[in-house]
C-alpha cells in the first residue's frame, strides 16, 4: 500500500525499511506535509458538520419542535381532575396526559400557550372529558363552570344540621360536605350522603382519619356525635367529587390541620397553661360568645374564671348540644344535666362547640389582659360589655333586657 503520507508507517520497523523517506526531495517533503494539513481540517470539518447536526436535532428535542399527540374534538366520558397548590402549567398537562383528557402534555402546552388564563388556573377539582384535544382541554380549563365550587366553612360553623325557632334549618359541615362531593358523571348525579359522612365521623379509625397527636386521647374519650367539632376551621375546602366518605373527611381535616399549625396549634400554646385541645375549646366558646372585637376580653374571663374554679356558665355551650341558634336559655335548659351544660358541670366542654377561626383561636392562645369576670351582649349589634363582680353584671344584664337587646 502507497504511503506517501506516513499514515500507516511503522515505527518499529527496521531502519532499512524506514531509509527510502530519506531520499525524497525538500519539495516532495513540503507536499506531504500539506496533504496531511489538509485530511487533518476536512476530518476537524467532518466532526464539526456532525457536531452541528446533533446539535440541531437535540435543539428540536428540548424546545419541543417538531409533531405530537394530540386527539380530535371535545372529549368522550367524564373525569375529575385535581389541580393542587403549586402546580406548573407544565405539571397540569402532565396530569392530564395520565389521566387521558388529553394525548400529549405538549398537546395541552402548546394549545395555551398564548391564553394567560392558563397560568392563572387555581388549585381545586375540574370537570373534564377524556380525549379532548389540546385546544378543547385548554378551554374547559379556564371556564369557571368547569371548576367544581369549593366548600366554605364559616367560623362558628358546627358539625350537624341547626333548626331556628321558625323552623328554618341551617345545614352543618356535614351536610355541606355531602352537597360539595355531588358531580354529574356521565349523566349520574353521584354523591357522598350526609348520613355516610356522619357514619364516619362518628365511627371511624380517628387515626384513620388523620386526627394529630395532640388531639387523639381527646377525640377518643369525647361523645361520638361531637369528636370531630372544632377539628375543621373556617375557610375553602376543595371536596373531591364522588370521594368515599373517609376520603372525603380525611382530606378535609388535613387541610385544616395545616392551618391550625399556621394559628399556632399546638406549637403555640405551650405558654397558656392549658393543653393544644383545650386551647381549641377556649376558641370555640370564644368565637360563640360574642364579635371579634370582644374576642380578648372573652377569652380573658374564661382564664380567670376557669383559674378561680368558677363555672362558665355559658348559654352557648347549652344551645350547643340543644341544636339551637339562639342566645340565651331557659330555666329548664340549664338544669339538665350534660357535660356540655356549664351551668352545671365545672370546668371546658368535652369539645369544641363549633369551628373556631384564627382571630377567635389567637385570643385563646394570648387573651387580652384584664380583671373581668363577667360580660353580656349590652348592644343590639352584639357588642357585650364586661364587668368585675357579679352586681355590676346584673346591673348591665337587667338594661340590656329592658332596652330589647335580649
Same mark, same amino acid.
Given at each position: ?5 506516513? #499514515? ?168 355541606? #360536605? ?54 375543621? +376551621? ?50 370555640? #366558646?370564644?368565637?360563640?360568645?360574642? #364579635? ?103 346591673? +348591665? ?10
Amino acid at each position: 500500500m502507497n504511503d506517501d503520507l506516513g #499514515l500507516f508507517t511503522d515505527p518499529d520497523a527496521r531502519p532499512d525499511e524506514r531509509t527510502r523517506g530519506k531520499n525524497d526531495t525538500a519539495a516532495a517533503r513540503r507536499a506531504k506535509r500539506r496533504r496531511k494539513r489538509t485530511i487533518l481540517w476536512v476530518v476537524v470539518a467532518l466532526v464539526l458538520a456532525g457536531g452541528g447536526v446533533g446539535a440541531y436535532y437535540g435543539y428540536q428535542t428540548l424546545s419541543g419542535i417538531g409533531s405530537y399527540d394530540d386527539f380530535a374534538g371535545a372529549g368522550e366520558a367524564d373525569v375529575v381532575v385535581e389541580v393542587k397548590d403549586g402546580d406548573l402549567v407544565t405539571t397540569i398537562a402532565n396530569t392530564l396526559k395520565d389521566q387521558g383528557v388529553v394525548a400529549s402534555s405538549r398537546a395541552f402546552t402548546e394549545a395555551g400557550a398564548d391564553d394567560a388564563r392558563v397560568t392563572a388556573i387555581q388549585p381545586g377539582f375540574y370537570l373534564m372529558k377524556t380525549k379532548m384535544s389540546g385546544e378543547a382541554a385548554v378551554s374547559r380549563m379556564v371556564d369557571p363552570a368547569a371548576k367544581v365550587v369549593p366548600l366554605e366553612v364559616k367560623g362558628g360553623n358546627v358539625l350537624h344540621d341547626i333548626t331556628a325557632p321558625d323552623g328554618s334549618i341551617t345545614k352543618g359541615i356535614l351536610s355541606q #360536605l355531602s352537597t360539595a362531593s355531588c358531580v354529574e358523571l356521565d349523566g349520574q348525579q353521584r354523591c357522598v350522603t350526609t348520613e355516610q359522612l356522619r357514619e364516619t365521623a362518628d365511627n371511624a379509625d380517628p387515626a384513620a382519619l388523620g386526627i394529630p397527636d395532640w388531639a387523639l386521647g381527646d377525640v377518643a374519650n369525647a361523645p361520638k356525635e361531637n369528636r370531630l367539632e372544632g377539628l375543621i +376551621v373556617p375557610g375553602l375546602y376543595h371536596v373531591k367529587p364522588g370521594a368515599e366518605p373517609i376520603e372525603v373527611l380525611k382530606s378535609v381535616i388535613a387541610t385544616s390541620l395545616s392551618r391550625l399549625q399556621g394559628y399556632g396549634i399546638p406549637t403555640g400554646t405551650l405558654k397558656t397553661g392549658f393543653r393544644p385541645y383545650e386551647v381549641l375549646v377556649i376558641a370555640s #366558646l370564644v368565637e360563640k360568645e360574642g #364579635l371579634t372585637k370582644d374576642f380578648g376580653k372573652i377569652s380573658r374571663v374564661v382564664y380567670s374564671r376557669l383559674a378561680e374554679g368558677q363555672i362558665l356558665q355559658f348559654d352557648s355551650t347549652v344551645n350547643y348540644k340543644l341544636d339551637r341558634p339562639i342566645i340565651t336559655t331557659s330555666d329548664e335548659d340549664r338544669a339538665a344535666s350534660g357535660p356540655y351544660n356549664t351551668y352545671k358541670v365545672k370546668g371546658l366542654p368535652p369539645t369544641p362547640i363549633g369551628s373556631p377561626g384564627q382571630q377567635a383561636i389567637a385570643a385563646a392562645i394570648a387573651p387580652e389582659e384584664g380583671p373581668w369576670m363577667y360580660f353580656v351582649k349590652c348592644q343590639k349589634d352584639g357588642t357585650s360589655c364586661f364587668t368585675n363582680t357579679y352586681d355590676e353584671h346584673k346591673v +348591665v344584664a337587667a338594661r340590656a333586657e329592658a332596652e330589647g337587646v335580649f
